[in-house]
């Protein structure tokens, strides 16, 4: 194993850097996204409310490859000629958001109405009580789901390979055809994701409990 790592390490290094930078930014496109499809779901007006859930609808349904696949490949037939990394970005994203929309509408729907309205009663505009007392509780309520969103977006970005993404199941296989061997770099590629998910799962619980000091 200690051959193995000193011959591939550096490609096995680069490939999970690309991983975690492609599903940062990801999980941001996502997250950014899913902010105004989570009011239009929860808006009055079926003029704003059916797209946003056809929408969210549509990215549940579709399986995160077709996306990739569609952005990649099939953007160019509409003049949208996008790099590797970017359509992988653009497709973790906006497949990202159907979920995280669904997590904040039921977050924000989840806020007390007694909350709601002993804000109104001290004269809080309806601005005022979504930005200081739905958004802040609301994150407490949502944030537990998100991180686990958040983690299956990073094991599903393991499908970025589809479209030439250097990534951590991109450079096992490769890796894999030169040594004849699959053991070695798709145990090194498991234990790379392993390492990232349990970070990942561990900022999560530090923020709940920082949440939940500020709530003290």
């Known amino acids: 194993m200690g051959t193995f790592l000193e011959t591939y390490g550096g490609l096995f290094a680069a490939a999970f850097a690309t991983t975690l930078t492609l599903t940062a930014a990801g999980l941001v496109v996502a997250a ?3 902010l105004p499809l989570a009011l239009g779901l929860r808006s009055q007006s079926w003029l704003i409310a059916v797209p946003a859930r056809l929408y969210v609808e549509l990215m ?26 970017t359509a992988g970005i653009a497709g973790l994203g906006l497949y990202g958001a159907g979920f995280f929309a669904e997590i904040y509408r039921a977050g924000l729907n ?4 007694g909350e709601i309205e002993a804000a109104a009663v001290l004269g809080l505009s309806r601005g005022q009580i979504f ?13 537990p ?3 686990g969103q958040a983690i299956n977006l990073l094991k599903e970005s393991a ?19 030169l040594t004849f061997s699959a053991i070695a770099p798709y145990l090194t590629a498991a234990l790379l994701y392993w390492i990232a998910v349990e970070a990942l799962a561990r900022a999560g619980d530090a923020a709940e409990r920082h949440l939940a000091v500020g709530k003290s």
């Open 32 to 34: 950014l996204v899913a």
């Open 110 to 113: 989840a806020v007390p109405r």
């Open 60 to 85: 549940r349904g579709a399986p995160l490859v077709i996306l990739l696949f569609l952005a990649y490949y099939g953007g160019p037939a509409f003049g949208i000629v996008l790099d590797a990394e």
């Open 131 to 143: 930005l200081h007392v739905r958004i802040p509780r609301a994150a407490r309520l949502v944030l």
């Open 145 to 147: 789901p998100a991180i």
């Open 159 to 177: 499908v970025l390979s589809v479209i030439t993404v250097p990534e951590l199941t991109k450079v096992a296989g490769e890796v894999s055809n």
